[in-house]
């Protein structure tokens, strides 16, 4: 189009030279015409360089370009923050971190070289899960008395508008422990086990359950009904949409929730190994499974289908997903149990099918859990606490 132009503008350049009675109105002219041909030919110049960057039908900027390229990852601990107790679930919203441990810690994370808490829930037993929801956390909790006995075991929400001053708004008591929740609308989904002492310090799992509890009223939550899911033991639990997903006994299980009171079996998938956590992300779930990380098509929920896998350096305890990656936490135990490794890997899951892992660092302590967002990865690790990680060199 710009060659056209040019050329259009020669020719008219030639006819007002021909027609012109002056010489001086014609230099004029064609000293104007000149002007505007350089004009143009460095529009065109500017046009070119612009789609230099066009590659298979998408404009890539010369930035992204150059950002794409630099972009390597560099995994290294920029920040920490020493928990006592035991740190294992993460969830960060803004500029803050929530982690269990002794209570429910919420840690100011603005620097991340310079973590701080500022905020401290009452339980005094240990966190082990929780959900976040706008100004709100649900938290299982247990309270023991000074003689080392259970004194009460439950379900509180908590209020954390303001971050320095947790709290409790509402409680529920349960006859069972309250192991892992997650939260849809204002209903809780509980996973209740109930246990019986055969021998001093040996337990049997008499039953495993969904409480589905409604929290429309935090100062009122009450139990509407319990579902119950046998002895096989329920080890995960997470909600998305419309569907509940839940790992027991070997399971991986789909229920309609559409219904929020009454849940419908819809689908489900026998898997190898044993998860503790697991994540779903779009029309994927991704599902630890010993030393390995499963991902399986959830598109059709009456049919999930194990579609792409890949083998970690230990056994898998979390994972986390954003973007194209997963983030996930690892532990090599000796034979004794105890752990003499751990840490964090980063698997490329843009071919489902083909999952690969691109980087690994370890990790003091034991890395459980894991949430990643942006350029960042938190960790609960164990007795060292919270552990921050840079995904990119500086």
Not at 217 to 222: G, S
Request: charged content about 25%; aromatic content about 8%; glycine content about 8%.
């Amino acid at each position: 189009m710009k060659k056209l132009s040019i050329v259009v503008l020669l020719i008219l350049a030639l006819v007002i030279i021909s027609v012109s009675c002056r010489p001086t109105d014609t230099t004029a002219k064609i000293e104007e015409l000149e002007a505007k041909i350089s004009e143009l030919e460095e529009e065109k110049k500017t046009e070119q360089a612009e789609t230099s960057n066009i590659k298979d039908g998408e404009e890539i900027s010369s930035e992204e370009t150059a950002e794409e390229d630099l972009k390597q990852f560099s995994l290294d601990i920029v920040g920490s923050y020493y928990n006592p107790g035991y740190t294992g679930k993460v969830h960060v919203a803004g500029d803050y971190a929530y982690i269990g441990g002794q209570g429910l810690n919420i840690i100011d994370i603005t620097d991340k070289a310079k973590p701080v808490m500022i905020g401290n829930s009452t339980t005094s037993g240990w966190v082990a899960d929780f959900h976040v929801e706008e100004n709100y956390v649900y938290l299982p909790f247990e309270e023991w008395s000074e003689s080392g006995n259970k004194a009460e075991i439950g379900l509180q929400i908590i209020d954390v508008t303001d971050k320095t001053n947790q709290v409790v708004v509402g409680a529920f008591e349960s006859e069972g422990n309250i192991e892992q929740i997650s939260v849809v609308d204002n209903y809780i989904y509980a996973v209740s086990t109930v246990w019986e002492e055969k021998e001093e310090n040996i337990f049997n799992l008499v039953k495993s359950s969904i409480k589905i509890i409604d929290a429309t009223d935090k100062a009122n939550i009450v139990e509407i009904k319990e579902i119950d899911r046998g002895q096989s033991g329920i080890n995960s639990i997470y909600s998305a949409g419309n569907y509940l997903y839940i790992f027991e006994g070997g399971s991986f299980v789909i229920l309609d929730i559409t219904d929020r009171e009454n849940p419908q079996n819809k689908g489900s998938l026998m898997t190898s190994g044993w998860a503790q956590n697991f994540c779903i992300e779009g029309d994927f779930a991704y599902l630890p499974s010993g030393n390995s990380l499963q991902i399986i098509d959830i598109t059709d929920k009456s049919n999930p289908v194990l579609v792409g896998g890949a083998f970690a350096i230990g056994d898998v305890s979390d994972v986390s997903v954003f973007g194209d990656y997963s983030f996930i936490t690892y532990i090599i135990r000796n034979e004794n149990g105890t752990p003499k490794e751990s840490g964090v890997q980063v698997i490329d899951i843009t071919d489902k099918s083909t999952p690969k892992v691109v980087a690994n660092i370890i990790i003091p302590g034991e890395a459980m859990g894991i949430f990643a967002e942006g350029d960042y990865v938190y960790v609960g690790a164990g007795p060292v606490g919270l552990q921050i990680l840079s995904l990119y060199a500086e």
